[in-house]
């Protein structure tokens, strides 16, 4: 719940940090299909400077706050594909998948979106500061939470149904029999959208990995899969990708 005892504090923070109210149907300049808007929420805050409507195609890059060095390099290595394709990285600002995907996004000259579990003007983890402040002033961070709203566990699940949500496709590097990441998977497969497996995730043999691919998630085997990915399964980009200005500049 939100403490309302000083609403003029709180429009002053929204203020500070130029915290934006939009629908989600603003955000991503189209109506809400039916299946979108049974979890869609009502409101929210944006801070950064990524115009709006959002820039398409957007692809989550996530996973496990705990990952292997195998996996750490897979995030790096994707995300860096699709950057230069001009692909908008979401990512959930957690340890791990998240940040390597955000960094790496940043580092390659990419747009990043963060989608956080708390509200705006709060800092999880605490290391990611800096990195959050980056993002909020130049690329774009949302949260569907108010100023003052008291963060559960619970709410960083119900996050990542907003990343889908605002996603074109979900891609899940590496991940635990219970990540929160899970919760991601299965509502980019109900709202219809692509869902994508690295590798890794087949080699350890977990229950959810078996039914989400047969629910029709695919796996990627390569970062040569992801030709497939940028091609025939998201939206065009809206600008010559990066990777093509390179060759014409070379």
């Known amino acids: 719940m939100v403490n309302f005892g000083d609403l ?16 989600p149907s603003e955000l991503l300049g189209r109506k809400l299909n039916e299946f979108e808007k049974k979890y869609a929420p009502k409101v929210l805050y944006v801070a950064g400077s990524m115009r709006i ?24 290595n994707i995300t860096e594909y699709l950057v230069e394709r001009n692909v908008v990285i979401v990512s959930g600002l957690a340890r791990g998948i998240d940040t390597v995907a955000h960094k790496t996004a940043i580092e390659r000259g990419g747009k990043t979106i963060a989608v956080l579990g708390t509200p705006l003007n709060r800092f999880y983890p605490a290391e990611n500061k800096n990195l959050q402040k980056l993002i909020m ?7 569907q939470y108010p100023i003052g709203w008291v ?9 990542n149904r907003t ?12 991940a635990g029999e219970t990540s929160g990441v899970i919760s991601q998977g299965w509502e980019t497969l109900r709202l219809g959208k692509p869902l994508f497996l690295w590798k890794l995730l087949v080699k350890k043999d977990l229950e959810w990995v078996s039914k989400m691919r047969k629910y029709g998630a695919i796996v ?5 899969d992801l030709e497939y990915v940028v091609e025939e399964m998201l939206p065009p980009s809206e600008e010559v990708p ?6 014409i500049e070379a």
């Open 137 to 143: 002033k130049e690329h774009l961070a949302i949260s």
């Open 53 to 76: 409507p959002l820039p398409e195609p957007r692809v989550s890059v996530i996973g496990t706050r705990n990952p292997s060095p195998e996996g750490l390099e897979a995030a790096r």
């Open 163 to 174: 990343m889908a949500l605002i996603s074109d496709a979900s891609i899940i590097v590496e």
């Open 220 to 224: 990627l085997e390569s970062i040569d």
């Open 242 to 247: 990066l990777a093509e200005k390179l060759k």
């Open 151 to 159: 963060t559960k566990p619970k709410h960083f699940v119900i996050r």
């Open 8 to 23: 003029r504090s709180i429009e002053e923070v929204e203020k500070q940090l130029g915290i934006k109210k939009l629908t």
